[in-house]
């Protein structure tokens, strides 16, 4: 991905999160090394997980159903 739309992301996250600007630099200093980019890999991948997860269990429901009837 685009570096922009992942800074532009990681700020956006990191902004609604934390409406105080000291917290905000903090949280990105500590967490995120001081990148709006990591912010924004951390929430893609994060997406992604939940997204994987209910796919997952989507397809053992689909296959618990298909065996019991």
Do not use: P
């Not at 999160?17 to 903090?26: A, G, P, S, W």
């Not at 990591?38 to 053992?60: K, Y």
């Amino acid at each position: 991905m685009n570096e922009r739309i992942l800074s532009f992301l990681g700020r956006l996250y990191l902004q609604l999160c934390f409406r105080d600007e000291n917290k905000l630099h903090q949280e990105l200093r500590r967490k995120y090394n001081g990148a709006y980019r990591n912010a924004g890999l951390v929430l893609l991948f994060d997406m992604l997980m939940a997204l994987a997860t209910v796919a997952a269990v989507a397809l053992v429901a689909a296959v618990l159903y298909f065996v019991i009837a």
